[in-house]
């Protein structure tokens, strides 16, 4: 099996720009050698490239557009995100959803740049639908969830369940994660324990006051 992977969304929130990016990014690479579990960062766009210069965490971008070099104005290119050091990109993101043509036409170009693909999802029937357009992940995370401080691992271990199975039932080799809500090394397991192989983050690290106690505790666990 993989190892777990815990991926840090640090959206926009203004504790996860400038140098408490680079403090997260930091406290993300200290936990991950001592754990062996991968942490990865997903900062703002102008924020990859110092932060996968500077650290050697996998760094994602937040999105990136169905657009080819050319006549585009004020789009996220993904060869952009590509030359600026990402692994990869979240796709659909519930704060940046898109159509399922242009989440099909996201993981064309993130193929053909060697680009790690989780595409984000709301409830099973989406987890299903995703799974067939072959992304390497898919992230499920109930939107009502995110954001709130409520676990998705303990208020709807259900539909981490169900989107399990719906995505292995479609494509076995996609990978699935988890988020929303998820804040301590129980969440974490739980998540594990139902067949994700890891989970999707964001308030819990970004907002904390110490962001490397509180990935030492996602991480105990497991
Ligand atoms: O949207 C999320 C990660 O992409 C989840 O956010 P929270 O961890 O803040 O609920």
Known sequence: MDSPFILINLKTYKEGMGSNAHRIAAAAETVAKESGVVIGIAPTFTELHPMSHHYSIPVYAQHIDPISPGAHTGHILPESVRSAGARGTLINHSERRLTLADIDACLQAARRLRLESVVCTNNDATSAAAAALGPDYVAIEPPELIGSGVSVSKADPGIIERSVN?????????KVLTGAGIQ??????IAIDLG???????????????????????????
């Open 166 to 174: 719906a995505v292995l039932g479609v494509n076995p080799n996609v």
């Open 196 to 222: 994700t192989c890891g989970v999707l983050l964001a308030s819990s690290v970004v907002k904390a006051e110490d962001p490397e106690s509180v990935l030492r505790d996602l991480v105990s666990l497991i």
């Open 184 to 189: 301590s090394g129980e969440c974490v397991k």
